[in-house]
């Protein structure tokens, strides 16, 4: 069964970088997935795609973050991150990764990681 | 594109309930359901409009056509209470992903 355990800071300064990864077990992350995804909730509110990455190398990003998102992913370490710049009060958020089922192409989201709260305070 | 879901349901224990997720001809399109209880992350309940993951009870059912995805809730349990997100996938040129705003379902 494929897991997903997030690590990364909890707090972030106001316009410093939020850094958060996510590590595959129970699964190769370059033979197994063909998409990492990166999702977050406001406290109290709802689902927000962040964006992802196809096992081709494409990213996309949410037009609203795209300029301040950067996905990447580490084959040798099973690890896929997300880098997210210049924040602000309103990233405020459970940061999740997620990944759909392996060995298919499902267009939605099997797995999950944990989630990570982050708070962008000074 | 936008999914539009109803913030809060209702329903009685032993009753049905329905989640809609309203989208520009959103039936001529996969739709996905998630419950979400406090403090956890998102449990994918109903594949592609209809299809339960294994492990999801026969309790709920989705269907999808016009303007209207509907998430169903048979037999409901206080266990249900949580919040229920559609979702919606485009595997165009853009790639994004969507969710619904969210629906919290109260078992009275």
């Known amino acids: 069964q494929l897991q997903l355990q997030q690590s990364g800071p909890g707090l972030v300064k106001p316009s410093e970088t939020l850094s958060l990864t996510c590590t595959v077990s129970?699964?190769?992350?370059?033979?197994?997935?063909?998409?990492w995804g990166w999702i977050r909730q406001p406290p109290g509110k709802g689902l927000e795609w962040i964006g992802g990455?196809?096992?081709?190398?494409?990213?996309y990003y949410s037009p609203s973050l795209k300029s301040r998102v950067t996905l990447s992913v580490d084959s040798s370490k099973n690890q896929f991150s997300l880098k997210l710049s210049s924040v602000t009060a309103a990233d405020t958020a459970v940061y999740y990764c997620?990944?759909?089922?392996?060995?298919?192409?499902?267009?939605?989201?099997?797995?999950w990681g944990q989630g990570t709260l982050v708070a962008v305070s000074s | 594109y936008v999914l539009t879901q109803p913030p809060s349901v209702s329903v009685a224990p032993g009753k049905t309930a329905s989640i809609t997720c309203g989208g520009n001809?959103?039936?001529?399109?996969?739709v996905h359901w998630y419950q979400q209880k406090p403090g956890q992350a998102p449990v994918l309940i109903i594949s592609?409009?209809?299809d339960r993951p294994s492990g999801i009870p026969e309790r709920f059912s989705g269907s999808n056509s016009g303007n209207t995805a509907t998430l169903t809730i048979s037999r409901v349990e206080a266990g249900d209470e949580a919040a229920y997100y559609c979702?919606?996938?485009?595997?165009?040129?853009?790639?994004?992903?969507?969710f619904g705003g969210g629906t919290k379902l109260t078992v009275l």
């Open positions: 129970g699964g190769s992350i370059s033979s197994n997935i063909y998409y």
């Open positions: 997620a990944t759909p089922k392996e060995y298919s192409s499902s267009r939605n989201f099997q797995h």
């Open positions: 001809d959103i039936g001529s399109k996969s």
């Open positions: 990455i196809y096992s081709g190398g494409n990213t």
């Open positions: 979702q919606f996938w485009d595997s165009s040129s853009d790639h994004f992903v969507v």
């Open positions: 592609y409009d209809t």
